[in-house]
């Protein structure tokens, strides 16, 4: 337990060396973990038409908290059979499903809140102390890796602010598995014993200080184990993909890294009471922000990532447009280069516009906070195109934990609801 709070509290990454966290996630028992790396891996890459694994398990309603429960799930959404009869539903569809199922239980939450009172620290007598030790243990954490997101914490009431500390950390640990010091060595079955022990955390199993305070959490608000789920999955697709058929397979890409924080952290946030906008739409807007920055950051970011060998730009699009791969890492700004780009701002800008729409239903006091961080990104496309769409050569290499974390933590601070900002 102290290994792993020594890698994570240590104010710089030289002290990450040597006994690593990664060490403490390869002891947790990992019974299931061959079974379904091969299971889950395996049916990425050869099995091509199946698109994405998530899909089911997104759908196994009462499973979440059963790993062995993964092969039964139940259709929510409407879904297409595709011409060979499997089931196929598109991105949207199945991160939908998660978004209804978050809003449900927030809904839940609420029924139940008007005849009951805040639940009360439940806790056997001499762990009150302990527990709050490890929230102050996030929130320092926090403050060392995200100063100006630890900050905005602050405002909000000390239940929420170290709810938020504790998923920021979970967020943090989990990044560092494929981009921290040993992100090389980080293997499939490494991940899925994270999820495992992500599991624990949600059944009140802790495995260390730090999961111990997501673990009151997860009690605490209502929370879904499935956006959890689905950022260690984002990970295990940087693990081997690096190129996107199509828009639809690059939709769930940013859900997974970008899109899962928002509906984490909504929950926790919780929504002004004066709002008249739906559970239901609020988490669309969350997420339809997190899903714009994401994509307006692959534009941005083209060049760069391009030197690292990937290619986040739909396939199909590129091809359409008389780009290869081999254009891209050329990095020559050309008409056809011009005219795809203009497609591609032009929907990341209708993402940011869904973004919107959520926003307005906002009472005025939690718009301005939402406003300024979606109009700073949107910002950013406007200089691409001032740029004469070359994305190609100027911009500095930045690690790619910044631009996961830093993203959607930014956005995440915005949501703050009104009555706790003081104006
Ligand atoms: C990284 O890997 C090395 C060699 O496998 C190991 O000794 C070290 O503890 C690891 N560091 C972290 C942060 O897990
Ligand atoms: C939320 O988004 C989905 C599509 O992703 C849409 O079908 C649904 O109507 C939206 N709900 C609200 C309340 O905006
Ligand atoms: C890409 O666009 C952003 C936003 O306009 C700009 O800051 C950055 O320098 C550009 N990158 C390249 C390589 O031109």
Redesign the pocket.
Known sequence: MSVALM?VVSPTSEV????????SVRVLDSFNSVARCRNLIGSGRPKRGRKNRLNYRSMNEGGYFSSKNRGSFSVISSIVASPTGEIALTSEQKVYDVVLKQAALVKRQLKSRENMEVKPDIALPGTLPLLSEAYDRCGEVCAEYAKTFYLGTLLMTPERRRAIWAIYVWCRRTDELVD???AS?ITPAALDRWETRLEDIFRGRPFDMLDAALSDTVTKFPVDIQPFRDMIEGMRMDLWKSRYKNFDELYLYCYYVAGTVGLMSVPIMGIAPESKATTESVYNASLALGLANQLTNILRDVGEDARRGRIYLPQDELAQAGLSDDDIFAGKVTDKWRNFMKKQIKRARKFFDDAEKGVTELSSASRWPVWASLLLYRQILDEIEANDYNNFTRRAYVSKPKKILALPMAYVKSLVPPSLVKA
């Open positions: 890698w990450s060396n040597g006994t690593g966290f990664l060490d921290g010091p040993n060595h």
